[in-house]
Structures are given as C-alpha cells and as structure tokens.
C-alpha cells in the first residue's frame, strides 16, 4: 500500500523546487562534445571483456500526429515510408555495435521508444527484430524484460499478437487523461474503449506487465475530471503507473507553443491532482515506487524495491541496473562502464554518420571518481528512501562525513524540517520526505550550482 509516504502540504510548499529527475549523475546536461564515437568503440570493447550483459534501447522518433505537450525527440509525418531510410541507418548501426560486443553478452532487457515505434509497419518489425538477434544476443526463451511503448490509437490485436511473437513481454500505454476537453486541448483524442481493447490483448496474449503514463498539470484539466480518469485507469488495472507532473516549458519545445497558458491548471490544482491519485491509487493496493512511478505490490519494481535491488537508469527504475546500458537510434543515450555517450539529435546528422562508417556518437561523459560516489548516494535515496553511510565507505574508501561537510549543514535542515532521519548510520527519508526526494538529491550533486534550474521540471 501507500502507506510508506504521508502528504505533508507545508513541507511540500517549501520544498517543491525545479530539478533534474536523475535517470543519470552526473544529468545530460553535462554532456559535451568531447565524447565521440572513438570513445564508444573503447567503452564497448571493455564491455566485452568483462562479458557484462546488456540492456538495449531503440529510438523509433516517428509519428503521425503531433501531440502539443511532447518533449520528445521525434519526427510528424503521415509518410509511412520517412522510417524506411531511417530503419536501414538503425540495422547499420545494430550491425556495427554488435561487431564489438561478445556473442555471450546476452540481452537481459529491450525496450522500444520513440516516437510511436508502433508507427513502423508489421514487416519492418519483423525484420529489425530479426536483424537485431542477427547482431546482437536477444533471448529467446521470453526470460528477458522486452517492452515497447504503445499508442493505443496506432495498434490494435493483431499488432498485439505479432509483438508478442517477436519477443516483447512488456507493454507501456500512452493514456495522459481521458477527459475529452483535455484531449482535444492537446489534440491527442483516444478514448477508453480503445485503451481498454490493447489492455485486454496484453492480458489475453499473456504479456508480462502493462504500464499507464498518466500527465497532470495538462490544459483544461481540474481535479475532478482528472480524478475521474484514475478511476477509469484503476479500473483497467495496469501492473504499474507513471504519473507525471507536465512541465510547460514552450522556449524549449516547439509543440507545447500551441498550449494556451490561460488553460493551464494553477499550481495549487495540480498539488490537488496529485494527492487525490495518491489517495486514490492507495485505496487500489498500489504501492509507490518514487519519482512518479507506482506498482502492484506483487510488481518486479516493487519486489526489488523491496529486497534492496532497484536501481535506476536512463530508462527509468530497473531491475537491470547491472547491464551495460546500449542505446540505438538519434538521440538514444548509451552507458557503458563509466562512459554516456549520447547519438546526434539530427536525424540526418545521425544517418549521415552511419553512411560515411561511423558511429553516430556526438556529446557525453566520462565519470569522474566524485561522480561516481555522488552517483551511489543518489541512486540510494532515489531508489530506497535510505543511506547506510558505512556502505558506501567501504565501496569509495571515503569518510562520509568528512566528503560531504558542506552538505551537512542541509542534511541537518531537512532533518529538522521532517523530511529525513539523520544519525551517524544514515540518512532515512520519512514517509513525509518521500515525494520530494528529488530535492534531496540536489544536496549531493556537484554541478547543480551551475545550472539554470529553469530548464528542469519543478518535483511535485
């Protein structure tokens, strides 16, 4: 249940600040342009001598309509035939990395985003999964964690069905609301019905977990419509639940330019909408996960939460946070070892590359020995709402009190205030201080100072 979190109104309003997410530490913000494919190739050659498996991710950035509070890397068209080209350059750079990856590497974890990837047609599918077990090591014996991002309105049973066969034993479904005043504000109309229909293949052709992305902060949205929705969503019972608070940041994102800022909730509806899902997901047996993620108790998330063993990557929380991370596609973002390496964000930047030979690799990172003990104690918190100090001692051969003097004067604040518990063991985050975790996090990290914090999504 969600009892290990407690809204707490006051602590929220002074502690809901705009921040990083940390699917990384250090965030793609620090990336630069020193990291090029030389660097992937290295990273990917000490991947296959220490024979660490492999989580794979595929960037589809195609589809047909333009959804306005989109911030992701993408293409609009009604051409089916603008992916052709681009599944070529993907085969190509399939094809490439796997030259420098062991065949004993085995694929653990597969996910398909974009985009729609469902906007590529049953043949393509076909034969990028079938060009995909050619390079690399994909499991076939349904063991691995092998999802893909669903627009209900681009799929229907048969697609279901030929996605099943390929392998994909996950799903994740794109709903953000049903109200239809909010859908059409954001021109995404999808009703229930058809929602419901993909729900009931996933359960029927026997998939693994299904997953709902909710949005609130969206136009036009209210706390009662929008509590209305979460029933619906209940409803359908997926195994987990994103919600996620909608950044209006238009000076960023061309689309979100068509969203009439008079429509937008106010900040206090939103706080609203969030603790009567809270509430309202309590009530239904789902547990939270953190950073807007919920699941059923009997979920993996949930378990690994559970036994110590979540972690989180640029995919969000896994389980698979022991494999080297590969990313194919624009824009995808690769970790390997102590390497990010992100692809270009041109699409024509990235298929030029792979027609001239080359990795499409443009910006990314090297981690530094700070990073990486910064890095330990965020995923920690993020990941288990606690730091056993001595742990990570041991694991960086550090004094935690010592490395991080100039935090503790913060640490004792969020102390006082209630959001952690702070003695010379540890740090537990209360079930009060859970949901600003986040703002936590920003304690620890080194560059933040830096940054316009503008750019990021507020917490709550």
Request: glycine share 6%.
């Amino acid at each position: 249940m969600l009892d290990n979190i407690r809204w707490d109104a006051d602590l929220i309003r002074r502690y809901d600040l705009s921040g990083p997410r940390y699917t990384s530490y250090p965030t793609a913000v620090q990336f630069h342009e020193g990291v090029g494919p030389f660097d992937m190739l290295h990273a990917l050659r000490d991947s296959q001598k220490a024979r660490r498996p492999l989580s794979l991710y595929v960037h589809i950035p195609f589809c047909a309509n333009i959804c306005y509070y989109c911030a992701c890397n993408k293409v609009i068209t009604k051409d089916r035939g603008r992916s052709a080209p681009y599944l070529a350059r993907l085969i190509h750079e399939a094809e490439m990395i796997g030259r420098h990856l062991g065949r004993e590497q085995r694929v653990e974890q597969l996910h398909f985003g974009g985009g729609t990837p469902t906007f590529l047609s049953p043949g393509q599918l076909r034969e990028l999964m079938s060009q995909l077990r050619t390079h690399l090591h994909l499991l076939d014996d349904d063991s691995g964690d092998y999802g893909i991002e669903i627009d209900p309105r681009e799929a229907d049973w048969s697609t279901m069905g030929l996605l099943r066969e390929l392998g994909f034993n996950r799903v994740s479904l794109g709903v953000q609301d049903f109200d239809l005043e909010v859908q059409r504000a954001v021109n995404r109309l999808q009703s229930f019905d058809e929602t419901r229909a993909i729900m009931d293949a996933a359960r029927t052709l026997q998939y693994r977990s299904v997953n709902i992305d909710l949005i609130y902060g969206l136009p036009k949205q209210t706390p009662e419509r929008f509590a209305q929705t979460v029933e619906q969503v209940i409803g359908l019972q997926p195994d987990r639940l994103s919600v996620f608070n909608y950044a209006h940041l238009p000076e960023r994102f061309m689309p979100q330019r068509r969203i009439d800022v008079a429509d937008l909730p106010s900040p206090g509806q939103k706080l609203e909408m969030l603790q009567r899902t809270i509430e309202q997901l309590s009530a239904a047996g789902y547990r939270y996960i953190g950073m807007d993620h919920f699941a059923l108790p009997d979920d993996e998330l949930a378990m690994a939460q559970e036994d110590g063993t979540l972690q989180r990557n640029f995919q969000g929380y896994t389980t698979h946070g022991h494999c080297d991370l590969i990313g194919l596609g624009v824009s995808a973002i690769s970790q390997i070892g102590n390497l990010y390496a992100q692809n270009s964000s041109e699409i024509a930047d990235y298929m030029s590359s792979l027609d001239n030979g080359q990795l499409a690799t443009r910006r990314g990172l090297f981690c530094t020995p700070d990073d990486r003990i910064r890095r330990a104690v965020i995923q920690q918190l993020i990941c288990h709402f606690r730091l056993d100090f001595a742990a990570v001692e041991r694991e960086f051969n550090i004094e935690f009190r010592g490395y991080f003097a100039s935090v503790w004067p913060e640490l004792e604040r969020f102390a006082s205030d209630g959001l952690i518990l702070l003695d010379r063991d540890g740090i537990d985050v209360t079930a009060a201080g859970r949901l600003l975790v986040r703002s936590l996090c920003m304690l620890f990290d080194r560059y933040l100072p830096e940054q316009n914090l503008q750019r990021f999504s507020r917490v709550i």
